[in-house]
């Protein structure tokens, strides 16, 4: 049984930066590509950043894109999202994502979820 435990959320300024990182236990990691995922009060859940499972191709929304880093080390079942420039609308619950081969933008293409890490972004 795949688990993921997501973490690294907190309160940050305007401009500040967070890392959140995601564990996966429970099967080999380097098989899963990753994602991570937002949802915002009164909002859908929405794409943020993916990894293909080797760590080679990355993918990013338009709103996070230069500012979000996705990485993973495959030597500690780690996922990555190293946040930038943070402004209040990144404000969501993060959550991260597994998907068993080809990594994907699409929520419903993910079999496996973290818990979500609160981020809060003050003006």
């Known amino acids: 049984q795949v688990q993921l435990v997501d973490s690294g959320g907190g309160l940050v300024q305007a401009g500040g930066s967070l890392r959140l990182s995601c564990a996966l236990s429970?099967?080999?990691?380097?098989?899963?590509?990753m994602g991570w995922f937002r949802q915002a009060p009164g909002k859908q859940r929405e794409f943020v950043a993916s990894?293909?499972?080797?760590?080679?191709?990355?993918s990013y929304a338009d709103s996070v894109k230069g500012r979000f880093t996705i990485s993973r080390d495959n030597t500690k079942n780690t996922a990555f999202l190293q946040m930038h420039s943070l402004k209040p609308d990144d404000t969501a619950v993060y959550y991260c994502?597994?998907?068993?081969?080809?990594?994907?933008?699409?929520?419903?293409?993910?079999?496996?979820w973290g818990q979500g890490t609160q981020v809060t972004v003050s003006a």
């Open positions: 990894i293909s499972a080797s760590g080679g191709i990355t």
């Open positions: 994502a597994a998907r068993f081969g080809y990594m994907s933008r699409t929520r419903e293409d993910y079999n496996y």
């Open positions: 429970g099967h080999a990691f380097s098989n899963y590509a």
